[in-house]
Nanobody, 115 residues
Framework: QVQLVESGGGLVQPGGSLRLSCAASGIIFSVYAMAWYRQRPGKQREWVANIVGGGSTYYADSVKGRFAISRDNAKNTLYLQMNSLKPEDTAVYYC?????????WGQGTQVTVSS
């Protein structure tokens, strides 16, 4: 079955960087678009970025220019490089893919931006 496992979260100071990873299994990874979402405290889950099979990328305005989504199809792994982090980036970050109308999610990884 489809399995997505995020890692790389943690505590970082404002202005710092983190790189999240999402290891995928049970799918032909290179075929599918992949996405990152986040859920900030007290807020609904929101889309952050996505990357299609061909490599085109799209970003929410709130992270454009600071975050970079990428994928390594040989390793079945999705990444999110987060730079210039702000306290408002504090959230649980989730990896996502949609296959034949069904959404698949990882368990999430906590990112906390605080001094």
């Amino acid at each position: 079955q489809v399995q997505l496992v995020e890692s790389g979260g943690g505590l970082v100071q404002p202005g710092g960087s983190l790189r999240l990873s999402c290891a995928a299994s049970g799918i032909i990874f290179s075929v599918y678009a992949m996405a990152w979402y986040r859920q900030r405290p007290g807020k609904q889950r929101e889309w952050v970025a996505n990357i299609v099979g061909g490599g085109s990328t799209y970003y929410a305005d709130s992270v454009k220019g600071r975050f970079a989504i990428s994928r390594d199809n040989a390793k079945n792994t999705l990444y999110l490089q987060m730079n210039s982090l702000k306290p408002e980036d504090t959230a649980v970050y989730y990896c996502n893919t949609k296959i034949q109308g069904s959404n698949y999610w990882g368990q999430g990884t906590q990112v906390t931006v605080s001094s």
